[in-house]
């Protein structure tokens, strides 16, 4: 069973706007967007917790993303606005359980999250 369906994902001009969703198959206490633009390696964006909405952003997206959830049906959204080509890349969503989020995970961390197949974001200036 797929734990993780992420959509929205598409091709924009810089200062274009998209909205991810992530629908989960369960619920998960740590929910989040990553990003792995060609040739970088994988990095946070911004992740929620489900039980207090807390949320943290990489600074490279602060005032321009936002990321919110619906508990009721176990999905996060990723609202991307003013975006620019650096943004570009593959977004996964990504979960976990048993751990509030506290900050964006770091790469040690990726083994314990539940991944999406991931959808892709192009930024053309």
């Known amino acids: 069973q797929v734990q993780l369906v992420e959509s929205g994902g598409g091709s924009v001009q810089a200062g274009g706007s998209l909205l991810l969703s992530c629908a989960a198959a369960a619920r998960y206490s740590c929910m989040g967007w990553f990003r792995q633009a060609p040739g970088k390696d994988r990095e946070g964006v911004a992740v929620i917790s489900t039980s207090n909405g807390r949320t943290f952003y990489a600074d490279s997206v602060k005032g321009r993303f936002t990321i919110s959830q619906d508990t009721a049906e176990n999905t996060v959204y990723l609202q991307m606005n003013s975006l620019a080509p650096e943004d570009t890349g593959m977004y996964y969503c990504?979960?976990?359980?048993?751990?509030?989020?506290?900050?964006?995970?770091?790469?040690?961390?990726?083994?314990?999250?539940?991944w999406g197949r991931g959808t892709q974001v192009s930024v053309s200036s």
């Open positions: 990504a979960a976990v359980r048993g751990v509030l989020c506290t900050r964006l995970p770091g790469p040690s961390t990726y083994k314990y999250y539940v």
